[in-house]
């Protein structure tokens, strides 16, 4: 079974109340899917489904290998360098995600996609 080596990196184990959303498209204006938050800085980054992947290219950038969820009823780590998923019962709190910063256009473009495939492959009558 694989293990994590770099649990020794982790400094936030204490999740953030809130967060607007990943850092790097709350700068450019864009949307996001998912986001996650790096357990040795706390920079907060938007998953791998999400375009330009921000969570990823962070640890590429820092080095920094673990990523943990903020989505709600997801507790999970994910170790980049190892790659290997984990619980970590020792990161507490649960993160709020908050949405005012996107603007109806931008909530739509996200959704709109997401809402069409679940009804693909669906027929009438």
């Known amino acids: 079974m694989t293990t994590c080596t770099h649990l020794d990196s982790i400094t936030v184990v204490e999740l953030p109340e809130s967060v607007a959303g990943c850092e790097d498209r709350l700068r450019t204006g864009d949307v996001w899917l998912h986001v996650r938050i790096c ?4 920079h907060v980054g ?3 489904d999400s375009p330009n ?6 640890h590429r950038s820092s080095g ?3 990523i943990h969820s903020l989505e709600p009823d997801e507790d999970w780590t994910w170790c980049y360098s190892d790659e ?12 709020r995600v908050e ?7 931008q909530l739509e ?3 709109v996609p997401v809402i069409s ?3 693909r492959g669906t027929s009438s009558g």
């Open 39 to 42: 357990l040795e800085c706390g």
């Open 46 to 48: 938007c998953c791998d």
């Open 53 to 58: 992947r921000h969570a990823t290219a962070h």
């Open 64 to 66: 920094h290998p673990l």
């Open 84 to 95: 290997v998923a984990m619980l970590i019962p020792e990161i507490a709190g649960h993160t």
């Open 99 to 105: 949405l005012g910063n996107k603007s109806e256009k």
């Open 109 to 111: 473009r996200l959704l």
């Open 117 to 119: 495939g679940a009804f």
